[in-house]
């Protein structure tokens, strides 16, 4: 494909992303892939060199664009050989008109910032949400000795304890490290949250909301795989993926609960008053993420913010239901919005006298609140609100 080609077809892929933004479709990844699918003329480096153009553009623009031509011309007016590419030629992009519209910069949607300047992010930490993530590695010391392991490539050792940086980009899943579970892709701020859980071998910890179980292999190293290590979720796709990923990282306390949204406790009443630690990693506006996923701050509406509000109460008062006098609640989002962080555990701390703040030791973040914020710009991570509640 031509350069301009090129142009055009992340264009039309925007139309489409922006379509999708507005109806809730379907993600930009999966509309890039099924671009990839349709198109088989377009080879390997047309695929990157469009879905870079297709990602500059959407985080060029804080609002949702009024199309992918505007889009793209808010990155051209930054960029004069993108512009140049603006050529009339065939199948590329036509020349600029006069006036023409250019879509709106700006970090996000106007309520969105405000909500970012209130909790106290400045212009330039909120710039670094957009910024490209690089690839951090954990050291599964459940199979490795991470002062032998030997990788492919030059790897940054960080300050979290077994957390490895790759340049963005890198692709360690043919590595045989990665395919014997000797190394798993996490971030190193979603590490720093899993090591304020302080999780112990031969200690009972609930994994409250795992997912794909990211933080449960994590908790089931530190465990060095004694105790009991519960992970629940109500989404069964995700819930799913945990058993052949805890297989390959020899994780083998490790055993799912799928609750039913609405009725979570039906399936935990086993543990009530029973846990060393409930971890929460609560679903979240993922402002803490746009990194990777620049898209979400065009799917977030206030309303939607709300729900997930109210649901990361309902999950805090099912965590505390659950954890032993002398045990801990750790509360965690990867937002930098308060309502979903310090907000949220000073409204808990108020209506749960049992629980207090305990101060927590962590290699990277700073306090916000109760607890510690990391952000992309201060500690090169994806963002993250972290707080340990103790029970008495
Ligand atoms: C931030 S993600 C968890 C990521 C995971 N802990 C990891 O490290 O990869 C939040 C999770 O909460 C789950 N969730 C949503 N509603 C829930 C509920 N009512 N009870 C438990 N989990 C829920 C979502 O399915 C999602 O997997």
Redesign the pocket.
């Known amino acids: 494909m031509r350069p301009s080609a090129r142009v055009q077809a992340a264009i039309e892929i925007l139309d489409k992303v922006i379509e999708a933004a507005r109806s809730q479709g379907a993600p930009a990844d999966r509309i890039l892939a099924d671009w990839s699918r349709g198109n088989r003329y377009a080879g390997s480096k047309d695929r990157r060199a469009v879905r870079e153009h297709v990602y500059a553009a959407i985080r060029a623009c804080g609002e949702v664009p009024s199309s992918g031509r505007a889009a793209m011309l808010r990155v051209a007016e930054e960029e004069p050989e993108l512009a140049a590419l603006f050529d009339g030629s065939q199948y590329g992009p036509a020349a600029i008109a006069e006036g023409e519209a250019v879509a709106d910069g700006g970090v996000a949607p106007e309520w969105i910032e405000d909500r970012l300047i209130a909790a106290d992010i400045p212009e330039e930490e909120a710039a670094a949400l957009l910024g490209r993530a690089p690839l951090d590695l954990r050291v599964n010391t459940l199979r490795a000795d991470p002062d032998t392991l030997g990788l492919p490539e030059e790897a940054e050792q960080l300050q979290v304890p077994n957390a490895l940086r790759l340049p963005a980009g890198t692709q360690v899943e043919q590595w045989p490290a990665f395919r014997d579970g000797l190394i798993e892709v996490?971030d190193a701020g979603?590490q720093t949250?899993c090591l304020a859980v302080g999780a112990q071998p031969g200690e009972l910890v609930i994994?409250?909301?795992?997912?794909?179980?990211?933080?449960?292999l994590?908790l089931a190293a530190a465990m060095r795989n004694e105790g009991t290590l519960i992970a629940?979720?109500?989404?069964r796709g995700?819930?799913s993926r945990l058993a052949p990923r805890a297989e390959r990282a020899g994780a083998e306390i490790a055993d799912t609960v799928l609750?039913n949204?609405?009725k979570?406790m039906d399936a935990l009443t086993g543990w009530v008053g029973q846990a060393d630690a409930v971890?929460v990693?609560?679903?979240?506006s993922?402002t803490g993420t746009w990194r990777r996923n620049p898209e979400a701050r065009w799917r977030l509406s206030p309303g939607e913010l709300l729900r997930l509000v109210k649901?990361q109460e309902?999950?805090l008062g099912?965590a505390a239901q659950l954890v032993k006098p002398g045990g801990r609640l750790v509360y965690?989002?990867?937002s930098l919005i308060d309502e979903e962080g310090a907000g949220q555990v000073d409204r808990f701390l108020a209506a749960n006298p049992r629980f207090h703040t305990e101060t927590l030791q962590l290699p990277l973040g700073r306090p916000r609140g109760k607890g510690i914020r990391l952000t992309p710009h201060h500690d090169g991570t994806d963002g993250f609100f972290i707080a340990s509640l103790s029970c008495t």
């Open positions: 996490q979603s949250a994994d409250l909301c795992a997912g794909a179980g990211g933080k449960t994590s629940c979720d109500t989404d995700r819930l609750m949204p609405g979570e971890l990693d609560a679903p979240c993922g649901l309902r999950l099912i965690v989002t990867c």
